[in-house]
């Protein structure tokens, strides 16, 4: 059996929307659970996102009923509201308290990352002192069992919501295309051998170490 048998596997969609819910609620505490609009917008946003995705109202209504059925998301009734209103439980859901929680959020939002780039984009949902602060959130969440967080080649960490597989083939992709940027010079040609030579060790590297992750839960 693999760890995704075991543990709850979620689309890009359903990890944006939870993801939003989760930033929303530390950095605007006052318009908090968020209309359904709001909570489209807030997925449509350009900043702080990777990918940017454009969802209509429709989309995001949709993947809140499926994260309701799964308890990650509830509806609020609030005296005089005339909206329906949405609030994530992934704090409940996994046991998280704030700064495992502002770290899962920002991988949710922004993809795999090094622990420095967390720091920085955590400093709104919480701020850590220091680089050993968010490696010990980040180790948390990677020995929770089911683990939420891998740890990556190069120093980078991704979250497991969608899987390993897909963090495998994400991370694949992103070395390709970071890699083969070759500035220019007199000899691009021998540059890009050597370059897919690097990468290729790199890929058969991270390969190994996914493969050992995964035989954990075999």
Request: proline residues 3%; negative net charge; contains cysteine.
């Amino acid at each position: 059996m693999t760890s995704e048998d075991q543990q709850d596997v979620f689309d890009p969609l359903e990890i944006r929307v939870l993801a939003v819910l989760s930033e929303k609620e530390a950095t605007t505490p006052d318009a908090y659970p968020l209309s359904l609009n709001a909570l489209t917008n807030g997925c449509n946003q350009l900043s702080s996102r990777d990918p940017v995705m454009t969802l209509s109202d429709a989309a995001v209504h949709d993947v809140l009923q499926r994260l309701m059925q799964r308890k990650l998301v509830a509806e609020v009734s609030q005296a005089g509201a005339r909206v329906a209103k949405f609030e994530h439980r992934m704090r409940i859901k996994w046991t998280l308290e704030p700064d495992k929680l502002a770290v899962l959020t920002v991988l949710m939002l922004r993809g795999s990352q090094t622990a420095g780039e967390i720091r920085a984009r955590c400093e709104r949902l919480h701020a850590f002192d220091t680089i050993e602060q968010v490696e010990a959130s980040l180790q948390f969440l990677i020995d929770k069992y089911p683990p939420l967080v891998a740890k990556l080649a190069r120093g980078r960490y991704a979250a497991l919501l969608a899987g390993a597989s897909f963090v495998e083939q994400q991370e694949i992709a992103s070395a390709f295309s970071g890699k083969l940027r070759i500035e220019g010079g007199t000899d691009r040609l021998s540059q890009l051998e050597a370059e897919v030579a690097r990468l290729h060790a790199e890929l058969d590297d991270l390969s190994a170490q996914f493969a050992l992750f995964k035989q954990q839960f075999d």
